[in-house]
């Protein structure tokens, strides 16, 4: 199930950070830039959710497709936020959170697969408010203008990156007491 319609899909989303990164080297205005990255973050982002529709929809779900859909999350989302920290659009240690939280709890339940106890780690209501903020601030914060004349997406997206902050905190506060009575389990 390499080459479905569904993991297709998912493989965008990898093909589009050097996209995305190469439109802020590209010869064009500075807003020019920023409107192109956001609407490709948008269009790549909204993969995620049709790959996972169209996978069942068309009865072609995979062990393959099911690994590589959050490693292309996990990607894309760290690319854009170390583009808009080197845009200096978003903090670095907003960055260091994020980012360190994605690998933490990567590896977490990767460790809890191996020993069985995967429905330790799933996904929470708190991770979904976690990346609809994020999916939210990022474009925000690369589109860096007004919307509408009136929305300025750079305060905007500031906020939303700091609360979106803070949900991986505590979201990975939650998925380590989950996983608590496991890993007390294994050390002893």
Request: hydrophobic share 60%; with cysteine.
């Amino acid at each position: 199930m390499f080459f479905t319609i569904p993991t297709l899909m998912t493989w965008t989303r990898i093909v589009a950070i050097p996209l995305i990164v190469g439109v802020f080297y590209a010869p064009l205005e500075p807003a020019t830039r920023n409107l192109i990255a956001t609407l490709m973050f948008i269009v790549f982002a909204a993969t995620d959710w049709l790959d996972g529709f169209l996978a069942r929809k068309l009865n072609q779900t995979s062990a393959f497709g099911a690994f590589l859909d959050p490693v292309a999350d996990k990607f894309l989302v760290c690319a854009s936020l170390l583009v808009l920290v080197h845009l200096q659009r978003a903090d670095v240690f907003v960055a260091l959170i994020i980012i360190g939280r994605e690998i933490a709890i990567s590896a977490l339940r990767e460790w809890m697969a191996q020993i069985g106890a995967s429905k330790s780690v799933a996904v929470h209501m708190i991770g979904k408010l976690k990346t609809t903020a994020q999916m939210v601030a990022i474009p925000f914060l690369l589109y860096d203008g007004r919307l509408f004349g009136s929305i300025d997406t750079g305060v905007w997206g500031t906020v939303l990156i700091w609360v979106a902050a803070v949900l991986t905190v505590w979201s990975m506060v939650y998925y380590l007491q989950k996983a608590l009575p496991e890993i007390r389990a294994r050390v002893k």
